[in-house]
């Protein structure tokens, strides 16, 4: 998985509850992204960093944030105020903008009931 | 708009035998054009990358064409052994005003029997 992990596999929680999915990169890469994926449908955008205190919005960010304060990690919270918060989350990361060569994370299934 | 189309959406063959995944773009301006493979229930990984000037990419069994000018790309797999059952992601890359942005295609199911 090229140097990103993921914590956990899989999360389980309670409707009205925040969690926090981890990523942590170790290959000096400069961008981080967030990506969510649903059965039958591409990966869209949540969030992404180019650099260190910096982030943007990416297609569906609603509901969810991110922070960057460590060039190696790029949590992800998943808020009360998503309204579909269950779905396969991917971490990736890139040497600089989205044009090299994206690696990603093996995921974290979430699952909130 | 900028679109990623991939098909079939889903595929069956006898292990040995050979396919090709289609993938049409409408995205531009055109950066670069990925293949990635996803196993089920892990991270996309890459097969190829492709810029406008390439026509021909291969990496190992798998060999991706591209043809910019129709904006049509194509994924052969040869020899299909059991563990190229996945699913195969098509990404088209273009410029924006932020900078760079992707496109992911929804993806075609290979399934791969004995």
């Known amino acids: 998985d090229g140097g990103i992990t993921q914590s956990p596999k899989y999360l389980f929680r309670k409707e009205g509850q925040n969690v926090t999915l981890s990523c942590e990169q170790n290959?000096?890469?400069?961008?981080m992204y967030w990506y969510r994926q649903d059965p039958g449908q591409g990966l869209r955008l949540i969030y992404y960093?180019?650099?260190?205190?910096?982030?943007q919005k990416g297609d569906i960010a609603e509901g969810y944030s991110v922070s960057r304060e460590k060039k190696e990690s790029f949590p992800l919270t998943v808020t009360s105020a998503q309204k579909n918060p269950t779905a396969f989350y991917l971490c990736?990361?890139?040497?600089?903008?989205?044009?090299?060569?994206?690696?990603f994370g093996p995921g974290t299934r979430l699952t909130v009931t | 708009k900028n679109q990623v189309e991939q098909s079939p959406q889903s595929l069956i063959i006898l292990e040995g035998k050979n396919c090709t995944l289609q993938?049409?773009?409408?995205?531009?301006?055109?950066?670069?054009l990925r293949w990635y493979k996803q196993d089920t229930g892990r991270g996309p990984v890459s097969l190829t990358i492709?810029?406008?000037?390439?026509n021909t990419k291969s990496n190992g069994r798998y060999t991706a064409t591209l043809d910019a000018d129709t904006k049509q790309s194509s994924l052969h797999i040869t020899a299909s052994q059991l563990s190229d059952s996945a699913s195969y992601i098509c990404?088209?890359?273009?410029?924006?005003?932020?900078?760079?942005?992707?496109?992911f295609g929804k993806g075609t199911t290979l399934s791969v029997s004995s």
């Open positions: 990736a990361s890139s040497k600089s903008v989205p044009s090299y060569e994206q690696y």
């Open positions: 290959l000096n890469h400069d961008a």
């Open positions: 960093s180019q650099i260190v205190n910096d982030f």
């Open positions: 993938c049409n773009y409408t995205v531009s301006p055109f950066s670069n």
């Open positions: 492709m810029t406008f000037s390439e």
């Open positions: 990404v088209v890359s273009f410029r924006n005003q932020a900078g760079t942005a992707l496109i």
